[in-house]
């Protein structure tokens, strides 16, 4: 395990931020084989699920207002956001009010994911060329998924038809966290 600090990746992300007032982490560790993922269900000024796949010593970040879905038949817009520390996938709280997203976040899935190396040789470039086809391994979540650059920081967001796929599928029907099976509601009464 590898201390991360001063990550310049991560200029964005601190400098959005006031950490004597959020406990959200400045920093992170690698995770033993490096390809983490989390999703993050996040009540702020507007309901979001934050996509977020370990990549190089951060997790690089989409904010997806609908959220993820296994259903293949759905494309969802995804908005490319800062990187964050790799501590973030154990983030789980609230964030005050008045602060950058202030509102409150569950763990609301994890896992492996694993780029699909068939169609690139190594993520970061399938990032830069804005289509990066991936397998996530969690426990909500799984199968063949793609990001795809629209314009600007818009992405799309949709999962393959392949054996993992359901239609329909409704993320909001899976409200409880992967880590302390609280949804929302119960993180926002008793953020302890
Ligand atoms: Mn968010």
Not at 135 to 161: M, N
Request: glycine share 8%; charged share 25%; with cysteine.
């Amino acid at each position: 395990m590898t201390k991360k600090t001063g990550n310049s990746q991560l200029t964005d992300y601190h400098g959005k931020r006031d950490f004597t007032r959020t406990a959200e982490p400045i920093s992170g560790t690698s995770s033993p084989d490096g390809c983490l993922f989390v999703v993050q269900r996040h009540r702020a000024r507007r309901l979001h699920y934050d996509l977020r796949l370990e990549l190089e010593g951060v997790l690089v970040s989409w904010a997806v207002p609908k959220g993820p879905t296994l259903d293949p038949e759905v494309r969802r817009l995804a908005i490319h956001v800062e990187d964050h520390p790799l501590d973030y996938a154990w983030f789980e709280g609230v964030i005050p009010a008045g602060e950058y997203g202030g509102g409150d976040v569950i763990v609301w899935d994890r896992g492996d994911w694993v780029l699909a190396r068939e169609r690139a040789s190594d993520a970061k470039t399938a990032i830069q060329r804005g289509n990066l086809h991936f397998d996530l391994y969690g426990e909500k979540l799984a199968g063949r998924f793609v990001l795809a650059h629209r314009s600007g920081d818009q992405w799309l967001l949709l999962h393959k038809h392949d054996q993992w796929a359901v239609s329909p599928w409704d993320p909001e029907a899976h409200p409880f966290s992967v880590l302390s099976g609280r949804n929302n509601e119960q993180v926002a009464a008793a953020p302890e």
